[in-house]
């Protein structure tokens, strides 16, 4: 079962643009939640992150969006820019396992 | 600091056949894990460990095995490869568990990727 959804493969935008990213989880102890950006024939690394007691992270052009009672998250990039291409992964933790649970991606193309 | 190294980069397996992905990690980091990224699916936990001496199952764990002598290293040992076993495996660790909201950072290896034919 997927706990963590990414519903959109993919996502294209102008340079310049907001970029929008979206995810959704089904598990309600998930209280810690991370986005991880991926280049081709990389792992991923570390984006940003937002924990369950706040609604919003922001760290320069990255901002984490977190609607606990829709159990939904976003991921807003704003300005875009082309070396924001990439595969981007939502992932969740919590509960009583130690582990993370991953989106299945969205990769994000920025057009100069 | 050379963060997380896997090796190899690629392999190419029969059915059948045994084999050893290799994780090191120079940070000192007590957890540590492994994933396998496949084409609409994700990243999907196989083993983790969090501490040396200490492993335990993930999501997907058969046909793997995990041991953990050292805080250093974590290999991924493929018993009996089989052709769904075809993916690209990451290694990640980080300071503190997944699961504890307390620098849940992991730090990824750049993947092996793995063929069984």
């Known amino acids: 079962d997927q706990q963590v959804k990414q519903n959109s493969p993919s996502l294209s935008v102008q340079e310049g643009r907001i970029s929008i990213l979206n995810c959704d989880y089904t598990?309600?102890?998930?209280?810690?939640f991370l986005w991880y950006k991926k280049y081709p024939a990389e792992g991923p690394t570390f984006l940003i992150s937002?924990?369950?007691?706040?609604d919003k992270n922001e760290d320069g052009r990255f901002t984490v969006f977190l609607n606990k009672s829709a159990k939904h998250l976003s991921l807003h990039i704003v300005p875009s820019q082309p070396g924001d291409s990439a595969v981007y992964f939502c992932?969740?933790?919590?509960?009583?396992?130690?582990?993370?649970?991953f989106g299945a991606g969205t990769r994000l193309t920025v057009k100069p | 600091n050379a963060g997380v190294t896997q090796t190899p980069k690629f392999q190419v397996l029969k059915t059948g056949q045994s084999m050893t992905l290799q994780c090191a990690q120079d940070m000192n980091h007590e957890y540590m894990s492994w994933y396998r990224q496949d084409p609409g699916m994700g990243l999907r936990l196989i083993h983790y460990s969090v501490g040396a001496g200490i492993t335990d199952q993930g999501e997907v764990p058969n046909g793997y095995n995990v041991s953990r002598s050292t805080t250093e290293d974590f290999p991924l040992r493929l018993l009996s490869a089989a052709p769904s076993q075809t993916s690209v495996y990451f290694c990640a660790s980080s300071y503190t568990p997944a699961g504890t909201g307390i620098s849940d950072t992991q730090y990824f290896g750049p993947g092996t990727r793995l063929t069984v034919l």
């Open positions: 992932a969740a933790s919590g509960g009583l396992n130690n582990d993370m649970r």
């Open positions: 937002i924990s369950s007691i706040k």
């Open positions: 598990n309600s102890m998930f209280d810690y």
